[in-house]
C-alpha cells in the first residue's frame, strides 16, 4: 500500500453516462495528480494540483473535469467520453520538490472502459 | 519541454542473472531528478530508486543500482541477482528541480524466467 487509494477500481461506462473517479492520499502531500496510462504510450500527465489549486492542465478535452475540495482528495468527473477514452486512471500524491527525497505516491488506478 | 525514452518494450531475464534497463532523457536543465518506478501486475506503480543531478554518485538500493551518465544524458537501471517478483513493467521518470510534473517514459516490461 502506498497511502493513495483509488475508487473504482474497474468503470465500464456508456458514451452517455456521467461518473467520477476518486482519489484520497493519507501522506500529507499537497501535490496531487492525475494520470492516463494508455498501451505503449508514455504516462500522460492530465492534471497537477497544488495546495488545491490547479497548476497544470495539459490540453485535456473538457469532457475530463477535474475537482479537489481539499489535499487529501481528488476527483475526475466523467461525461460524454469516447471509446478512444479507455485506458487506466493513475492518481499520484508528492510533496513540493524542494523537499529531500520526495518522490511520487501512485494509487492503483482505475481501469475506465468506455462502451 | 522534457523527454525520456526508454528503447526496450520488452526484456527477459533468468532468475539470479542481472540484467540493464537503459532510459535517456531529454533536458536543458542542469538541476533535475530522476526516477525508476516498478509496476507489477497488481498495477500500483511504487518507486525502485531516485538520483539527484547534482550527485555524481550512482544510486544504489539492495539489489537494484544505477548508471547515471549526466552528460550523455542517461539513466540505466541495473536489477542484480533478479527474482521472479521482480517481473513488472519499469517507468524511467524525470523531474525538474522546481514544479511538479514528473515526465514518463513508456516503459520496459521484464519478465523473469524461472
Known amino acids: 500500500e502506498t497511502g493513495v487509494t483509488q475508487t473504482p477500481r474497474h468503470l465500464v461506462m456508456g458514451m452517455t453516462n456521467k461518473k467520477s473517479l476518486k482519489c484520497e492520499q493519507h501522506l500529507g502531500h499537497n501535490a496531487m495528480y492525475w494520470y492516463k496510462q494508455s498501451a505503449k504510450k508514455p504516462l500522460e500527465l492530465m492534471f497537477v494540483?497544488?495546495?488545491?489549486?490547479?497548476?497544470e492542465n495539459n490540453s485535456v478535452p473538457s469532457r475530463f473535469s477535474p475537482e479537489c475540495p481539499n489535499s487529501s482528495h481528488l476527483f475526475l468527473h466523467l461525461h460524454t467520453l469516447q471509446p478512444e477514452d479507455s485506458a487506466l486512471y493513475l492518481c499520484?500524491?508528492?510533496?513540493?520538490?524542494?523537499?529531500?527525497?520526495?518522490?511520487?505516491?501512485f494509487g492503483q488506478g482505475t481501469r475506465l472502459t468506455v462502451v | 519541454a522534457q523527454t525520456v525514452t526508454q528503447s526496450q518494450p520488452e526484456m527477459s531475464v533468468q532468475e539470479a542473472e542481472t540484467v540493464t534497463l537503459s532510459c535517456t532523457y531529454d533536458?536543458?536543465?542542469?538541476?533535475?531528478?530522476l526516477f525508476w518506478y516498478k509496476q507489477p501486475p497488481s498495477r500500483q506503480m511504487i518507486l525502485v530508486i531516485r538520483?539527484?543531478?547534482?550527485?555524481?554518485q550512482n544510486a544504489t538500493e539492495n539489489r537494484f543500482s544505477v548508471n547515471f551518465q549526466k552528460a550523455a544524458k542517461s539513466f540505466s537501471l541495473k536489477i542484480s541477482d533478479s527474482q521472479l517478483g521482480d517481473t513488472a513493467m519499469y517507468f524511467c521518470?524525470?523531474?525538474?528541480?522546481?514544479?511538479?510534473?514528473?515526465?514518463f517514459g513508456t516503459g520496459t516490461s521484464l519478465t523473469v524466467i524461472p
Open positions: 538520483q539527484e543531478a547534482y550527485k555524481q
Open positions: 521518470a524525470f523531474h525538474r528541480a522546481t514544479g511538479n510534473q514528473f515526465y
Open positions: 533536458t536543458s536543465e542542469n538541476n533535475y531528478y
Open positions: 499520484a500524491s508528492s510533496q513540493r520538490m524542494t523537499v529531500p527525497n520526495t518522490e511520487a505516491f
Open positions: 494540483y497544488n495546495f488545491k489549486e490547479q497548476t
